[in-house]
């Protein structure tokens, strides 16, 4: 897999800080990793982008950008505003191609969503994905609404014959509510995908050295890392999953003191009163 492209079901959503813990572990076991972004919008010359910031996070990775443009819109609207050569597909592959022979990784983090336009021919990171043959990872938000963008985002992917990798929660809430913790069950079974991860809230505002020692424990082992959904539910006190259980949906398991507790944390028989 020398080549992952980074996906969100939007923007905003802790695309980058993902792309950051990805890198960090990969450097973290030894790999050398580029990050890639073909096009940052919304940046002023000079400013860090999203491939400076990732890498700043991680540690010794290869920052690359292909272009930028200055208003904080899609790409091709921003590349057309600025009197500027959209990015193309081909380029960012050729780019992407350049990097894989030269690194282990290479993590192409892109400008929000996946179907997002590059240029005025319609070109999305879904033509990158396709050009590369690279798997996309979706990044996704927790609370309410991430099921639907999600279910889109993955099944736009399979329609182009393209594969989603998993899906990791870009942005875990310390105090997750109801809607987070049923979310983090029905993720699975509405995307078609594993879910591979969750990064804490304000994780990209750490200290780099504090970032790269939790990293690891916000991915799957898929990923490199060694996160589990059985253990996050535990770590916010809800019920563990039963084994053998498929983790698909909010079902109900034994809490820690054999009493029944539904996994999005409702316990059973406390219903409202009529």
């Keep these: ?77 921003a590349a057309r505003r600025a009197g500027l050569p959209p990015v193309r597909p081909a380029e960012v592959a050729t780019a992407a191609g350049k990097l894989a022979a030269e690194h282990d990784l290479v993590l192409v983090d892109a400008a929000g969503g996946l179907l997002v336009r590059f240029d005025e021919t319609g070109a999305t990171l879904a033509d990158v994905a ?4 690279a798997p ?55 995307s078609g995908a594993p879910l591979l991860g969750a990064v804490p809230a304000g994780a990209g505002s750490w200290a780099p050295a504090r970032f790269r020692a939790g990293a690891a424990g916000w991915l799957a082992a898929e990923l490199g890392g060694a996160w589990r959904p059985e253990g996050m539910a535990e770590r916010h006190g809800l019920s563990p ?3 053998g259980v498929e983790f698909g949906q909010c079902r109900v398991g034994p809490g820690s003191l054999g009493s029944e507790v539904s996994w999005c944390g409702q316990p059973q028989g406390a219903g409202s009163a009529s």
């Design 1 to 77: 897999m020398p080549v992952v492209v980074v996906s969100g079901t939007g923007t905003e959503i802790g695309k980058t800080v993902v792309t950051a813990a990805l890198a960090a572990v990969a450097l973290a076991g030894g790999r050398t990793v580029a990050v890639l972004k073909p096009a940052q919008t919304g940046l002023a010359p000079g400013e860090p982008g999203d491939a400076a910031e990732a890498a700043r996070l991680a540690g010794a990775a290869t920052a690359v950008e292909l272009a930028r443009f200055p208003d904080p819109l899609a790409p091709a609207t």
């Design 130 to 133: 396709r050009l590369l043959g």
């Design 136 to 190: 996309v990872l979706v990044v996704a938000p927790a609370g309410l609404g991430t099921l639907n963008a999600t279910a889109l985002t993955t099944e736009a992917l399979r329609a182009r014959a393209l594969t989603p990798l998993g899906v990791v929660i870009g942005s875990w809430p310390a105090e997750p509510g109801l809607a987070e913790r049923c979310n983090l069950a029905d993720l699975p079974e509405v």
């Design 241 to 243: 999953l039963r084994q």
